[in-house]
T-cell receptor, first 113, second 116 residues
Framework: KAGVTQTPRYLIKTRGQQVTLSCSPI?????VSWYQQTPGQGLQFLFE???????NKGNFPGRFSGRQFSNSRSEMNVSTLELGDSALYLC????????????FGSGTRLTVV | AQTVTQSQPEMSVQEAETVTLSCTYD???????LFWYKQPPSRQMILVIR??????QNATENRFSVNFQKAAKSFSLKISDSQLGDTAMYFC?????????????FGKGTMLLVSP
């Protein structure tokens, strides 16, 4: 059974550009969440999608957005990149009720220069 | 808002020994879920163990067990017979079902180094 797949694994972008990260959840998982991990702030919740609808959103500026497709794959987009957006972005998927815990991908390491 | 505190930034242990990682949390909720995740250098967060707050029995998964003290809001992880492969960052996480089951609040993590 394939795990959660995130692409690309590494990305270098210039300040002011935009970026799109992709996440393919485990087959059958309909919930996809995104987290940002930085040394200073730790792991912070970005948003969660379920059946193509954003179900929950963390405290991030509007430059951070996402979407989910009918096959449950999800993308997150960051526009007008800032140096502080450099982070590891983790995607996690789960069945409808995530009380059993999430399955995470290996993340996309974004570096903004 | 819930907060999760891991007071040990780093810990080290020798192979075959037992180590306990600490975690405390703050919440006004009565029903919630607690998790320990492991993040090795591969970066993937791996679920180690979970605990349901309404269950008094401490969860156990092979060499991993927890000491859940609900009144004290404490959720420590005990690793028995430590192995080199246990070297990783360990995160304690809290989930409040009232937030829609979707948000995990993480502690800052404890880096565990297992040496031969």
């Amino acid at each position: 059974k394939a795990g959660v797949t995130q692409t690309p694994r590494y990305l270098i972008k210039t300040r002011g550009q935009q970026v799109t990260l992709s996440c393919s959840p485990i087959s059958g998982h309909r919930s996809v969440s995104w987290y940002q991990q930085t040394p200073g702030q730790g792991l912070q919740f970005l948003f969660e999608y379920f059946s193509e609808t954003q179900r929950n959103k963390g405290n991030f500026p509007g430059r951070f957005s996402g979407r989910q497709f009918s096959n449950s794959r999800s993308e997150m987009n960051v526009s007008t990149l800032e140096l502080g957006d450099s982070a590891l972005y983790l995607c996690a998927s789960s069945l409808e009720r995530s009380v059993y815990g999430y399955t995470f991908g290996s993340g996309t390491r974004l570096t903004v220069v | 808002a819930q907060t999760v505190t891991q007071s040990q930034p780093e810990m080290s242990v020798q192979e075959a020994e037992t180590v306990t990682l600490s975690c405390t949390y703050d919440t006004s909720e009565n029903n919630y879920y607690l998790f320990w995740y492991k993040q090795p250098p591969s970066r993937q967060m791996i679920l180690v163990i979970r605990q349901e707050a309404y269950k008094q029995q401490n969860a156990t998964e092979n060499r991993f067990s927890v000491n859940f003290q609900k009144a004290a809001k404490s959720f420590s992880l005990k690793i028995s017979d430590s192995q080199l492969g246990d070297t990783a960052m360990y995160f304690c996480a809290f989930m409040n079902p009232n937030s829609g089951y979707s948000t995990l609040t993480f502690g800052k993590g404890t880096m565990l180094l297992v040496s031969p």
